[in-house]
């Protein structure tokens, strides 16, 4: 069998694997290397990566058509939409593409990059790929930073490739690498802590030395008199001079545990996300709860919203295209989390004429029904459309109806 010459093939090293050569990331203070990898591997930050794409990937995804005057509304049988809705190519999901840009852009500096096909004919995008890390390459070789994408070597065109990037162009896992570096070590300090340096409940000292036989002698009475859950409390005697020395926890090792929930606060706090979204729940209470989950929809997931909707909207369609269609997430549907706090909404609403019922059914996914359109309060009959009286009309007397003197009247 001939195995001479061999084909080889030449790869340019990504940023990801040179990283991997030198020692799995950027060292730290703590002398702690922390790259994507590593920092995934701590429980808070895996935790924050996984909330947030996972929250973003969850909701529904849509493509509007915007009208002159700024109106929007809804195209649900465009090819963009059934993309990201459906099946983004023949083994991506909608779900799984925005979920990778999102812990992409949340872990590597490059942020979330993924390619466009499109047919050539028409420029309809036909499907969208995201790679694995490394294999875009993005630069900013002028002063406009004005992005420019590689693909083994071949500039891309802008317009087919989805780039999400995150603030200050650096991940929150590089802007915490000093953060997340403490809560590694702290994680092997605890570990090390429990597996080779347990402490024993007490010491015997004796000032006077003894052999081998003799300590095991006295540990093993020791065990037999003081030993199990039903010699506990028993009254210990000693002798020839022996003291007994109860092992404590230092003040620092007392404090070990508050200092990992502080390192749990200082990570969502590099990720902009409320503490108890982490499961540190020390203080959480039922009201705050529920604000907490109102401000990371606000401040935390709001923002990456915005940016992955642009990112989406200028690759996906053409330039003229972006002038009529755009990508949008539905927010509500973190309202529907609390279907009362939702229900006395619309009721609210459309007492007060501002929407009609069949746009609450539609927030509700339920089909609209006939007279679902008109704006009316159903609290009360004096503001139904049919009942508001005509200008110059007179209005008819309460007790018109009983008035004698306009009942017919019987001449014979």
Known sequence: MKLWPFRTEKKALTDEQILEMLGGGVPTSTGIAVSSETALRVPAVA???????????????????????GAEKDVPGHPVADLLKNEANDWTSGFELIRALMVDALTRDQGGLAQVTRRSSDEQVLEIIRPRPGYINVDYPDDSLQPRYRINGVVQSAENIVHLRSTFDKCPVTLCREAIGVAIVMERHAAR???????????????????????????AGWNATFGGSDNAGKTAFLYDGATFKQMTLSSVDAQFQQLRIFQLQEIARSFNIPAILLGELSRATWSNSAEMQRLFLMLCLEPWLKALESALRRALFTKEGRKKFAVRFERDDFSKVDLQVLANAISSLVSSRVINPNTGRDWLDLPPYDGGEEYANPNTGSSQPGDIPKSGDTPPKP?????PEKEPHDDA
Do not use: C, W, Y
């Open 399 to 403: 007790n018109d109806q009983h008035d």
């Open 47 to 69: 935790a924050a990566v996984r909330t947030i794409s996972e929250a973003a990937a969850s909701l529904r995804v849509k493509v509007v058509e915007i009208g002159e005057d």
């Open 193 to 219: 802590l429990f597996s080779r340096g347990a402490r024993p409940g007490g010491a015997v000292e004796m000032p006077k030395g003894i052999g081998e036989e003799a300590v095991k002698k006295i540990i």
